[in-house]
């Protein structure tokens, strides 16, 4: 599935050098605004520990992890939703991803300028956040000019709540909070579903450190995780500048160098794993002699579609989905144990797909 995280916030905060380490790219990374303008797309690889254990077991010639894509997104200053710095340009390309992984600078270097000239994290990110909020307003307001007056003209009844929905929106967006804060019904999901306003998608924040500030948390830190808190969103303590030097090394000596850190993983690994699951998303898995490979789906959904994401064929002709549990399969070494242990089963359209299942499907050619 082509499911996309941009990486957005201030200039100069570590976006591209985070970037950079994310997809091994050696974008420009330069100490000066609108270093990057058009946005630059990486696959990443989604860490998943299952696939070394269905390695050992399948034996297959080649394993393939599922992914998903990271766009790094040029910096936004103060004025941007009125076109600064290029800003209206900027945002269009925020409103494409899916979720928004905001890198906020938490450390001080007097080598590395601030468009703001000083270190304040809940200023920055309420720059950014205000940018957004103004961008969604602009698009709501000219919908509402549109459709309104008309809408209660026609005794539209379809029309008449999606303004209504639109005018609970403005009213929160005008209280400085933004979009995904209103709870909306199912309905209410898709009739504003294409209007794919910014300050509705989920948001982790990343809090940029240096290495010195990598284990214990500096008070920038506090800081952020605090207002975060409030907002019910995620911050990851990250160094960008770590993570890059991370990047180019072999697995055994990432190892060595990050338990010379004192971590257990990389800060990449916690982002792209967040990211992952911030998007509602789930893994499972086709399994056998020639290949073992993670497939991404969205929680919810059911066999069939599962079975589109392989190829449309599978979906249309379905018949049965052969399943076993990821646990179960530890639990008996092989999966002809698990089948003479009768927990293979065979589900149908109706089935729920869950993460870990690992399948065969049937279906009509």
Known sequence: MALKAGI??????????????????????????????????GTVVVPDYRLHELKRIYQPQQVLPTTFEFTDIAGLVKGASAGEGLGNKFLSHIREVDAVCHVVRCFEDNNVIHVENGVDPIRDVEIVNLELILSDLEIIENRLMRIEKKAYKMNDKLAIKEV??????QAVLLNNKGAHTVKLDLESQKLIKGFNLITAKPVIYLANVQEDDIVIENDYVKQLRIFAEKQGSEVIVISAKIESELAFLADDDRQLFLEDLGLNESGLDKVIKAAYHLLGLATYFTAGEKEVRAWTFLLGMKAPACAGIIHSDFEKGFIKAEVISYEDLIKAGSEKLVKEMGRARLEGKDYVMQDGDICHFRFNQ
């Open 164 to 169: 209504q929905l639109l005018k609970e929106i």
């Open 8 to 41: 957005v916030g201030l200039p100069n905060v570590g976006k591209s050098t985070l970037f950079n380490a994310i997809t091994k790219q050696n974008i420009l990374a330069a100490n000066y605004p609108f270093a990057t303008i058009e946005p630059n797309l």
